[in-house]
């Protein structure tokens, strides 16, 4: 999603949740070999977030309900360090530093959050928590280096001393947040499964409203897809 002159432009592509390596995926900039067993359990497979650090880069694997980590790697890889467990669905650089973001959600387990990565005294890199959120899917670096963050509860902005601003809060559900941009006059859009949130701001408030292809006449959760919507054909006269 990229926004120019007031214009916002989607990837008319739809993800499929089954074949999540397809989202927001960065090739690693080295090759790693991990066993095949096992390896998303311990963290090391799943979709990839990678970030330059000056000393190599920092790795995000995410699998989802099967494991995730997030490790730093040196520019060969023959030197690493394991810096957590989360789900980090995004990795960027900061006024504050390298930001990873957290959400999943699975079953009864959900978790939320940004992780500030950061050097210690003796220059290892470690990881601590930065922010709370509700959850993570998306997110949208500002002008003045705030970030939006959205998921399927909503979107929130965090700002770069760690405070967390609620801006809208929804139940999207099924609609699977993948992308949020803002334009200029502070228009949020967050692309969603077969269509687009667009919040406007109204006052002290945002109006939603929801952008589909002209031939969807409306979407409906699919039965046999948990977590994907579809276009169907209008219901009743």
């Known amino acids: 999603m990229t926004v120019a002159d007031g214009r916002v432009r989607f990837d008319r592509h739809t993800p499929n949740p089954r074949e999540p390596d397809r989202i927001h995926a960065d090739p690693l900039p080295f090759k790693l070999d991990v066993p095949a067993k096992g390896s998303a359990a311990a963290g090391l497979a799943g979709r990839t977030q990678v970030l330059a650090v000056p000393d190599g880069c920092l790795v995000a694997f995410n699998a989802g309900e099967f494991g995730a980590g997030v490790r730093w790697f040196s520019s060969d890889a023959e030197h690493r360090k394991h810096l957590g467990s989360e789900h980090v669905v995004r990795l960027i650089d900061t006024a504050a530093g390298p930001l990873g973001f957290v959400g999943f959600s699975h079953l009864s387990a959900s978790e939320g959050g940004v992780l500030r990565f950061t050097r210690d005294a003796n220059r290892r890199w470690v990881s601590k928590v930065f922010a709370n959120l509700k959850s993570a899917s998306a997110v949208w670096k500002e002008s003045d280096g705030s970030v939006l963050v959205a998921s399927s509860e909503g979107v929130e ?69 948990v977590a994907e919507c579809e276009c169907g054909a209008a219901s009743g006269p």
């Open 157 to 225: 902005r965090v700002r770069m001393d760690g405070q967390v601003e609620p801006l809208y809060s929804a139940d999207w559900g099924l609609a699977s947040p993948q992308t949020i941009a803002a334009s200029p006059d502070g228009t949020i859009y967050v692309g969603m499964q077969r269509a687009i949130a667009r919040l406007t701001p109204t006052g002290h408030t945002l109006r939603e409203e929801w952008l589909v292809d002209a031939n969807c006449a409306h979407l409906h959760a699919s039965i046999d897809r």
